[in-house]
Each structure stands twice: as C-alpha cells, then as structure tokens.
C-alpha cells in the first residue's frame, strides 16, 4: 500500500506543478504555435519592449507597494493591539470581520466596494483610479498580515515587555526596543506576502480600477481572453518566478530566528 | 512620547474595516431593497423584487448549478487531498518540503494557474496540438469552455485547502492507536478506513467547507475556463454590476451568496474554535 500511496502522491504533485512548468517552457519556444521549434528568448524581448506591459507592470507596482506599506503599519498595529487587549467589544468585532473578510468571495468584496465608491462619489468629486484600487487592497490583505504577525506574537515572552516596563522604559519605548525588534521576521513576512496577493488580484481590482490604472493582471486577462500567445507565456512565467521567490523569502523569515 | 494603548493599535484597522468592509456590505444591503435607477445604478422605490427574482427558475438554476460545481470539485479535492495528506505524514524528514510543494503553487498568480489550464487544454493548445500531431484525434477535442474544465480549474486552484487541514489532523491522531490496531491484526487497509479516516475526520470537514466557500462564489475559473458558457452565481453578480446594469438585483444574489457562505462556515466553526485570528 505503501508504494501505492506514494505513485498517487507523486501523480497529484505532477498535476499541481506540470501545469505551470509546461507554460514556462513554451515561455521559450521560438514559434507562435503550441510546437516546440527551439529555443529562443524572443517573447520575452518582446515583452520588454512592449509600452502597454510596462505600463501595466509600473501600476501593479505602484499599487502593491503603496497598499503593502499602508497594510503592513496598519496591520502590525492591529495585531499587536489584539495580542495585549484579547477580549472586549473593539477585539471581538476586529477579529470577526478580518475572518469574514477572508471567506467574502472576491466578486462580492468588488462588487460591495464598487457600490461604496460610486456612493461616496455622489458627494465627492473623485473617480475611480488607482487610489481606489490602492484602498481596497490595503483592506482585502490586511487580514493576512494579521493572522502571519498575531502568529509571531504568539510566540514571543510577554515578560520581556513586562521586564523592560519594570526598568523605567515607557510603553512606547518597550514596544520599539524589545517587542518590534522581535516581531519584525514576521512583519517582512506578512508584507511579502500582501505583496504578493495585491500585485495578482484582478477580480476586485477590475471592478474598482479607472481608466489610467489598468493593472498588469487586468492586462494578461484580456490578452487570455483573446486566446493567449507565447508572450503571455512570458509574463506568467516571470511573474510566477518573482512571486516563488518572495513566497520562500516569507516563508523562511516566518519560519527562523 | 507614551505608547498609544491596545485600542489606539486597534483604532486604525477598525475604521479600516467600518469603511471598506462593512459601510459597504450595508450599501449593498440597502440597494438590494432600492429599485433599478434609470441611468444604471439605483433609485427609489424601495422594493423586495430582487428577492422574489432569486426564486425565478432560471437564478435557481445558476444557484442549484454552482452548488453542483463547488460539490463536485470539493469530492475530487477530496479524493486527491486524502492520500496526499496521508502520504505527507508518513513522510519523515521530508515532510516540509512535501508541505512546501503543496503550498508553494497555491500562492503564485491564480490567475496564471488559471491561464495555464487555458494554454494545456484550447484548441490550439498543448494537449490538442500533441493528440492532433500524434494521429490519435482529427479534430481538436472541445476540452476547454465546458463545465469539466471549471472543475478542474477550481480542484487544480483549491486543492492546498483541502490538504492543509487533513494533514493537520493526521499529525495529531496518536501513533499507538494505529500501531494497536496493527498489533490486534488489522491489515493496513482496515486500519485507515476504521482508524485513521473517522480520527481525521474534523480536518476532511474543515478542508470540505474551505474548499466549498470559494468554489460556491467562483468568478475568474468560470469566466476563463468556461468562456462565458458556465455562468455561476459568480459571473451572475459580476454582469448585474457591470453588463446588465441591475445593481438592486446583484446586491441581492450577492447578499444570498454571503448568507450561504456564513452558515457554512457556522457549521465548522464549533469544531475550530481557536481559529487563525
């Protein structure tokens, strides 16, 4: 049984991994077509040179790190908050919305903040644009942060805090020398990670984004729609690349020190 | 300057959450009472239409339908995840990077992974160019744009969901009960089926539901991999906002949706308390 078992593992990591890697090496086929005709970096200059790709790229960009900053401060914040004050009404609230925000299905969160903003809208003269994608990603990855930095906290000595205070530090003081310092793995790691799950978004981001904050996602969507080509191939290849990387760099500063 | 307290830590991600999670959950409350505006949008009167609309054959059909694609895939994650879960734990040393390998996927770009399908399974894609230049098939085999191709999208997207708690629950079932059960005779067989499935139990319905919340509100693998031939409660929600221009109406099946997705998750809650948060 046991060599059974490991033949159906084996078979199920090839369907959660071929997939991708099959992509990524036509990422490198010299002809249009599905058949393999050599090798060639082609696609990939073309994607270079393409205006409307790095357009695209430089709004995700701006976007993932402006939501991340925002995300991350306010994040840290609120889980630190959580791990002193652990029950009470503020707590209790905080803690049931950040879990309902995490089972909301995506079209629901877009489609709820898109009727906000055109709410708000009718008393406010703004559009929508990237300051209101920028707004709904800080709130659909602040709950990430949370739980990854709660996590953190959970596994620091309370009587560091409670040492450096009976030492004359003040609450400000304690929290920056001794409980920030060691809750900053865990920090790094959750804003990678919102990182990550910002510059991906498309569902929400295509229902709140205006017409001068196209994202790269909303780009390769409508170029699958049309059918796809090697240059998609190319894009998807170097985004799952940058985004494997940053997903090992969180996961090993959450795991060590 | 003396540290803010606890609420003060508290106070920014609270009105982060009033604002965008909440104000908005209530603007689409009200809407789904308002009627359908002239210009798109909304307008008075108000009125419960959008409700009674839910219960027109064609909506229940989405509803009934969606529910029939998220139980499928949820069966197939399970059958898939079980064995790996299982396989995972008996591992030994590797079983991190076994974990990793499961984990890994899961948070690179849905919407590649959803592309990928896309370029394995079109007409002009992988699997067809290779059945097509092997002799084996004619004509490209229709595999992309059908329901079977949402479901495998959403088994290949969810999968990490089902794992993750069964191998959980796995880890924690107390070794001596499985070698008690080798000890009293039992065949390896008869010791997972009577042993190990019924102790992991909670971590199958834990995986279940986790699996089943984001398949019953699908949007992106219905709408690449079905081609807009699949509509789900999903893509019903995103063309009343968008195409149709009936907010009223897709407030409404959106607030169902919601409905659906909290008492699913009221039915796994008592088993995990602790939580995340």
């Known amino acids: 049984m046991k060599r059974a078992l490991s033949l159906y593992a084996a078979a199920v990591y090839l369907f959660l991994h071929l997939p991708l890697a099959v992509l990524a090496v036509f990422s490198f086929n010299s002809s249009r077509f599905t058949v393999w005709e050599g090798f060639s970096l082609r696609w990939y200059e073309a994607l270079f040179r393409d205006p409307h790709l790095a357009e695209a790229a430089l709004n995700s960009l701006i976007i993932a790190f402006t939501a991340t900053a925002a995300a991350t401060v306010i994040g840290t914040l609120c889980a630190y908050g959580l791990w002193k004050q652990k029950t009470g009404i503020l707590p209790g609230f905080i803690k049931s919305s950040l879990y309902l925000s995490l089972v909301t299905p995506e079209i629901v969160m877009g489609v709820s903040l898109l009727a906000f903003y055109q709410w708000v809208f009718r008393f406010l003269d703004v559009q929508l644009g990237m300051h209101t994608v920028v707004l709904a990603h800080v709130m659909f990855s602040i709950a990430y942060l949370v739980v990854v930095a709660l996590a953190r906290l959970r596994t620091l000595d309370p009587s560091l805090e409670e040492a450096a205070l009976d030492l004359g530090a003040t609450e400000w003081v304690a929290f920056r020398k001794v409980t920030l310092p060691q809750l900053m793995p865990g920090v790094a790691a959750a804003a990678l990670l919102a990182f990550t799950i910002s510059i991906d978004d498309y569902v929400i981001t295509s229902l709140v984004a205006g017409v001068d904050s196209e994202t790269l996602p909303m780009v390769i969507y409508a170029m699958a729609r049309r059918g796809g080509s090697p240059l998609v191939n190319a894009v998807s290849t170097l985004i799952v690349v940058i985004l494997g990387v940053m997903i090992v760099a969180s996961e090993r500063l959450q795991g060590h020190s | ?277």
């Open chain 2, 1 to 277: 300057m003396k540290l803010p307290a606890a609420r003060l830590c508290l106070l920014p991600a609270a009105v982060l959450i009033l604002l965008l999670f909440i104000a908005p959950l209530l603007i689409v409350c009200a809407y789904s009472l308002l009627s359908r505006g002239a210009y798109g949008g909304v307008g008075l009167p108000r009125s419960a239409e959008s409700y009674t609309r839910l219960f027109d054959p064609l909506y229940a059909s989405i509803f009934a339908r969606s529910f029939a694609v998220a139980a499928i895939s949820t069966a197939l994650c399970l059958l898939l995840g079980f064995p790996l879960a299982l396989f995972i734990s008996r591992s030994g040393r590797r079983k991190n990077l076994y974990l990793a390998l499961v984990i890994l996927p899961f948070w690179t770009s849905f919407l590649v992974r959803t592309y990928a399908w896309m370029f394995l399974l079109r007409d002009t894609g992988l699997l067809n160019t290779l059945l097509l230049s092997l002799g084996i098939i004619r004509e490209p085999l229709p595999l992309l744009y059908n329901y079977g191709a949402v479901i495998l999208g959403l088994v290949y997207g969810y999968l990490p969901f089902m794992v993750l708690p069964i191998y959980a629950t796995i880890e924690r079932i107390d070794r001596s009960v499985i070698e008690a059960a080798a000890d009293l005779g039992a065949k390896p067989w008869t010791t997972l089926t009577q042993i190990v499935v019924p102790l992991s139990a909670p971590g199958i319905a834990a995986g279940s539901v986790l699996v089943f919340i984001p398949c019953l509100g699908a949007y992106l693998t219905p709408d690449l991999l079905g081609g807009g031939k699949t509509i789900l409660v999903g893509n019903l929600i995103q063309n009343q906002f968008t195409t149709a221009r009936d907010w009223p109406f897709g407030s409404a099946v959106s607030l169902l949706l919601m409905a659906l997705v909290m008492v699913l998750l009221l039915l796994i809650a008592r088993r995990n308390q602790e939580g995340l948060l």
